[in-house]
């Protein structure tokens, strides 16, 4: 079989009829071998029997959620393309040639775009139109390098097979970007078709809840991206807490009328060390997922690990050792007032670069450890 049209559904006696009678529509007029779907997530309004009623074949998700049912629907799809799309009408079941050509010209990805196609009125709320899509998708784009207009595109045609080898786990709605960002990650080939959107036709409001779905796609984004949640904000934490810190380390200085001294200092020293914590957890996450295979390893982050597992300890110890010397030197300067009162900048100038430098030399030596029992291979 050369197509599965599959559709996921949770209580769409409404809709489902329509969507399959165009879906076999296309299939009839197109020639095509091919089958239409329903992934059933625990309907209790007669959907299975409409659709089983219809001629289409169903299955049983037994997972609740979004990727749940199109992750089963994959599994028993019989066609060697799967085209998936809502059951609720607002897409076009009926159009689906560039989904197809597309797919036989060998890319094993083809995203619809709604903005390119066509958004009929009232078919997309304002907010997902105008800042929830554009926004996540933009952050996509950045994230992943990917020329994706429309991440979250519900009509979207692929290769089972090459799908399949992803091993794509997400139960929820998150499952639309994983499918994107996981084929940007594999270098995948990639296609985007035009599509139109028109309101669904359902009298019940959608199972999508913008600000809950909308959270759980930019925090998927985020986790598979630890370039952009850990490393980039890390390394500008470090470097702007590390040089304003070593000029407020040497004395004050003013910008107009508001001169920054030791409580600058302290801040920028929170700055380093929470810079340097972000830049390990860089490091760990990469390791993690390279060897879990969630993330493709890369030769940079390879040698970071190395780095830090092998010269970890020299250069923790190293840091340790100076922030114990910056603090005799500090301790040896207070004895010289016979421990009475001093000016407190000129002791903070000490203090805080010491506290600063005993605590990112623990923190290099436990982390070139920790690199260590990650590198460990699973019994």
Known sequence: MELTILMPCLNEAETIETCIRKAQGFIDRSGIDGEVLISDNGSTDGSQEIAERLGARVIHAERKGYGSALLAGCDEARGTYVIMGDADDSYDFEHLDAFVEKLREGYDLVMGNRFKGGIEKGAMPWLHRYIGNPVLSFIGRVFFKSNIGDFHCG????????????????????YASEMVVMSELAGLKIAEVPTTLKPDGRTRPPHLRSFRDGWRHLKFLLMYSPKWLFLYPGAILFILGLIIGTILTVGSFAVGSVTFSIHTLLYCMVAVMAGLTMIYFYAFTKLYAARSRFIPADKVTDRLDSMIEDRGMLIGSILLILGIVVSIYALVTWHHTGYGNMEPERLMRLIIPAATLIEAGIETVFASFFIGILKIDVR
């Open 155 to 174: 009509l979207r045609g692929y290769n089972r097979e090459s799908i399949l080898k992803l091993g794509l786990h997400t139960t929820g709605m998150e």
